[in-house]
């Protein structure tokens, strides 16, 4: 069974460009989450989106935002990009959010803002 | 709020040596509790999990840590090191009500010496 597929795993934007990265779930799991991992913050989580609706958000910018697709792919967004923006970006499935649920992570997608 | 702390954000074993890894954590609820390690230039890949249903939980790769509520803590052990385990490890917290973000401590990164 494919894991969490992130797209693309590596790009250069410059500053004040927009950039949109994708995730695709692991078959069956409604729960994707974004997070973002920098040298100084550490993970830090961006927003949950389930079954299409954005169930959680963290403490970021509305310069962050995110969809959900109806087969659970998700989208996330960063427009007017800064130089604190890169980092890597990764992204979480799950089925459910009952107390047993499994939370897996994708490889990421490495963002370089210049 | 929920915290994670993970006490030294770099330890360093000789191979075959005892690996413990520390991570105290905060909740005002009963917390699910994980431990993810990430290797060079990869996601997060999940080394085990806590759910309630056993206090010492045991997880891939030989990796095991006990749940003790008392001290609040959530510690990673492993009997001896290998050259493979030099990663940086990560411990996560979910509380039910905040559906499947995670909170996550620093990180631990893990030094191998032959």
């Known amino acids: 069974k494919a894991g969490v597929t992130q797209t693309p795993r590596y790009l250069i934007k410059t500053r004040g460009q927009q950039v949109t990265l994708s995730c695709s779930p692991i078959?069956?799991?409604?729960?994707v989450s974004w997070y973002q991992q920098t040298p100084g913050q550490g993970l830090q989580f961006l927003f949950e989106y389930f079954s299409e609706t954005q169930r959680n958000k963290g403490n970021f910018p509305g310069r962050f935002s995110g969809r959900q697709f109806s087969n659970s792919r998700s989208e996330m967004n960063v427009s007017t990009l800064e130089l604190g923006d890169s980092a890597l970006y990764l992204c979480?499935?799950?089925?459910?959010?009952?107390?047993?649920?499994?939370?897996?992570f994708g490889e990421g997608s490495w963002l370089t803002v210049v | 709020a929920q915290s994670v702390t993970q006490l030294g954000s770099h330890v360093s074993v000789s191979e075959g040596a005892l690996v413990l890894l520390r991570c105290n954590y905060s909740?005002?609820?009963?917390?699910?509790l994980f431990w993810y390690v990430q290797y060079p230039n990869q996601g997060l890949q999940l080394l085990l999990k806590?759910?309630?249903?056993?206090?010492l939980v045991k997880g891939i790769n030989g990796f095991e840590a006990e749940f003790k509520k008392s001290e609040t803590s959530f510690h990673l052990t492993k009997p001896s090191a290998h050259m493979s385990d030099a990663a940086e490890y990560f411990c996560a917290l979910r509380v039910e009500a905040a559906g499947n973000k995670l909170t996550f401590g620093g990180g631990t990164r893990v030094l191998v010496k032959p």
């Open positions: 979480a499935s799950s089925q459910d959010s009952f107390s047993g649920n499994t939370i897996y």
């Open positions: 909740s005002s609820v009963p917390p699910y």
């Open positions: 806590y759910t309630s249903a056993a206090t």
């Open positions: 078959s069956g799991h409604r729960s």
